[in-house]
């Protein structure tokens, strides 16, 4: 049988008994960037599409904003700048926020791929590339405002404005800095790391600025500088932690029941017997589990839904399965094959992260790769 003929067979057998269906809605994506650009023009709206666009797909969700008007797409990292190319015009920008690692200055140069330099040593080595190549390069500069991460502390401040008013062979593109606690309106490290960026602003004058972040954009006009870098907030994901979430939900998940009994009173259930039935139970095996980016720590403490119905995650959370509770549901409503909800209209990115004490973020980064996949 011809390869290209059994890969596709074999991909509609997987999609038609997947053990799980995790659903992207482009059509939702695009409203939400589209909701950022009313919210930031005059200033450009870009994109993060960094950890495979969080986990939803790099290149189908770079594809998509691009489609919306989007140019700007940041990375962390070069190799998933390498991986996104392609799969943009050559009129949109790729940016890697990490900068590069020695050996990757001409490949980047050559994929007009544009670092982010966060330290002499990258200026240096980004300098040595542009002699090489005998023309100049472009290249973003990162302050670090308060953050203690990645950027341009601000001892080295006056040495950088000196190297650059006795002429450079790279371009500088924009500045920028990254806001810490901006997914919360009522830090005041806020109002620190601007009142710094605003000095730094002072001393490289002439220079465009991006400095909002999904959280950033929320703060006001005058946190917007001329490109914002919106995240988590174009995947669905509150950009403001306590407050209303703006933004539609991109991302669905559903997970296939696997089997299901009774047990009685006395039962003890999953690894350890962390959990013991006080009572007769109707259980169910779902199949996901730590694996598949659903945390060890929801066992006991989180939940699916079936038909609107919450059904309690019981025992330890497995490397790939998941014990519930549907002692809540008629008997017989939920069998082998039947299909239950962890993310959708009954629960939300924010409340699986509660659950599992943790941040939307890394719920949404961490669902694998056994899922069906489907763009909508």
Known sequence: MDSDILISRTRAATAQGATGYLTIDLAALGRNYRKLVSMLTPARTGAVVKADAYGLGAERVARALYGEGCRHF????????????????????????????????????????????????????????????????????????????????EEERSELAAALRDGSNIEILFIMSHLASADDMGSEQNGEQFAEMSRVADEFPGFDISFANSGGVFLGDAYHGVLARPGIALYGGAPNAGEENPMEPVVSLDVAVVQTRTVPAGTKVGYGAAHVAQREMRLATIAAGYADGLPRCLGDRGAVYFKGIRLP??????????????????????????????LGPHQTLEDVARDADTIAYEILTGLGDRYDRQYR
């Open 74 to 153: 940041f990375v962390a990292q070069f190799v998933e700048a390498v991986r996104l190319r392609p799969a943009l015009a050559q009129d949109a920008q790729i940016f890697v926020l990490n900068g590069l690692q020695p050996g990757n200055e001409i490949a980047c140069a050559e994929m007009s791929i544009v670092p982010v330099l966060n330290s002499f040593a990258q200026w240096r080595q980004w300098s040595a590339a542009a002699r090489m190549l005998k023309r100049c390069l472009p290249a973003v500069l990162q302050f670090d405002t308060g953050m203690s991460r990645l950027g341009f502390p």
């Open 313 to 342: 995650i019981v025992g330890r959370v497995s490397m790939d399965s998941i014990t519930i509770d549907i002692s809540a549901l008629p008997e017989g409503a939920l069998t082998f094959g039947s299909l239950v909800e962890v």
